[in-house]
């Protein structure tokens, strides 16, 4: 922190970090635990409201996302998931985290869709998540597993490692972080860049999600769909999902009896209220799986987009000697973004701190990090990632 500290005297702040949903939130909140002078400027309010992070299901299951997501997110998922407890004990109140576990059926008309859940599996998760990682349960152990379904599948697949937690007591808890930490925090300030370069500030570091999409090209919304019911008479100890060839679906408890069951995936930016159609789906596929979401209430039917880049990688960008930007999140946030913040802290402070002071020197340092894959630098042609 030596760069910075120089600063300590005058009205600019170390660090300005905007967009304050998941990501930027973190981000704040670890600078400021190193000792740096940070600003947070956020569009909505302080519980998060506006931003994708606010609808998520918050599972954190690296290998069951491993059906669609590459070895890296895997990899980067696993090592997030350790790294949560240790991140949560140092927010200043509880938040809802638990290591129960996924359970994985489908009904016995889509078994192939199991074999091809396996078979993916296996090629894009690394063996140590795979060994004990992925149990196959049939007949009397399924419903001892998660006895409220008891004779409702005849197989599933246990991964007893996998998490989840409650997104918004995350929001929360770091919003109340960020006060503890001195960050100043600016609610309902919504930035364009012409703002952002403003700002006094020695380093920026835009954290819009989908709100950076004017200053990122190839960054796109993904709109996800999710209904948050109150079902006292389910009892699901841990995230469910269901394997289906056209409704596949999740169903996470939380905390207090409540579920958040989701989630489409429709390409597009469209933020408007969810469908009848999706809400349909989603509503049958889980009454399906459990007849006590016929007499759920219903409390929310949300939608929110995905800041996803064309390589569904996550990336930390430097953009010149003074703005880093970090997006790309997809549907992995919660399930990456302990790891990914780290990065991206100790990419800011080196940056402060002069070891990166150019793109070559950047791009050094990224080599030496455990996922170099997630850093770029500016191209020379505009920001495609
Ligand atoms: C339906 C759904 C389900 C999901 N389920 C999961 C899941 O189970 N597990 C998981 O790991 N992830 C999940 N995700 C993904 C996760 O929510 C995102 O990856 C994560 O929220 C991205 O974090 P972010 O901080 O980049 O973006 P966001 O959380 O969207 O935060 C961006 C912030 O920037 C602010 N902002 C935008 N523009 C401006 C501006 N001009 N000025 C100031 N502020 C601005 C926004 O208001 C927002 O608060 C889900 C997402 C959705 C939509």
């Not at 207090?256 to 989603?282: F, K, N």
Request: glycine fraction near 10%.
């Amino acid at each position: 922190m030596d760069a910075p500290a120089a600063h300590r005297m005058s009205s600019e702040s170390d660090f300005a970090v905007i967009g304050g949903g998941l990501i930027g939130r973190l981000i704040a909140w670890r600078l400021a635990g190193a000792g740096a002078r940070v600003a947070l400027y956020e569009r909505g309010d302080a519980q998060g409201r506006e931003s994708a992070a606010w609808v998520a299901a918050a599972m954190l299951a690296p290998l069951a996302e491993a059906a669609s997501a590459e070895l890296l997110i895997t990899e980067l998922g696993a090592a997030s998931l350790d790294a949560w407890p240790a991140l949560l004990a140092q927010l200043p109140r509880p938040v809802f985290f638990q290591r129960n576990g996924t359970l994985v059926v489908w009904h016995p008309s889509d078994r192939a869709e199991s074999t091809m859940f396996t078979s993916r599996l296996r090629v894009n998760a690394p063996a140590s998540l795979l060994q004990g990682g992925l149990v196959a349960l049939s007949g009397a152990a399924l419903d001892e597993a998660e006895p409220v379904l008891g004779g409702r599948f005849q197989q599933g697949f246990l991964l007893p490692d996998e998490g989840q937690l409650d997104n918004r007591q995350v929001l929360e808890a770091l919003a109340e972080g960020l006060v503890a930490r001195g960050v100043e925090t600016h609610w309902h300030t919504e930035l364009d860049d012409a703002r952002i370069e403003a700002l006094p500030a020695r380093y920026r570091i835009d954290c819009r999600g989908l709100g950076a999409k004017p200053a990122w090209n190839g960054l796109r919304g993904i709109r996800g769909e999710v209904a948050r019911v109150h079902a006292p008479g389910v009892g699901l100890r841990r995230p469910v999902r269901l394997l289906h060839p056209r409704y596949p679906l999740y169903i996470a408890p939380k905390e207090h009896d409540r579920y958040v069951i989701g989630a489409t995936e429709i390409e597009g930016e469209d933020m408007s209220p969810i469908s009848v159609r999706s809400s349909l789906e989603l509503l049958s596929a889980a009454f399906s799986i459990h007849p006590g979401f016929g007499e759920a209430r219903i409390l929310e039917l949300s939608t929110q987009c995905r800041p996803t880049l064309p390589d569904h990688r996550p990336r930390i960008r430097r953009v010149g000697d003074r703005v880093m930007r970090v997006n790309g999140l997809y549907r992995h946030g919660f399930m990456l973004a302990p790891e990914v913040s780290r990065l991206a802290v100790d990419c800011a402070l080196a940056q402060a701190s002069g070891a990166c002071a150019d793109a070559d020197a950047f791009e050094y340092w990224a080599a030496g990090t455990r996922w170099p894959s997630l850093f770029a630098s500016d191209a020379p042609q505009g920001q495609t990632a």
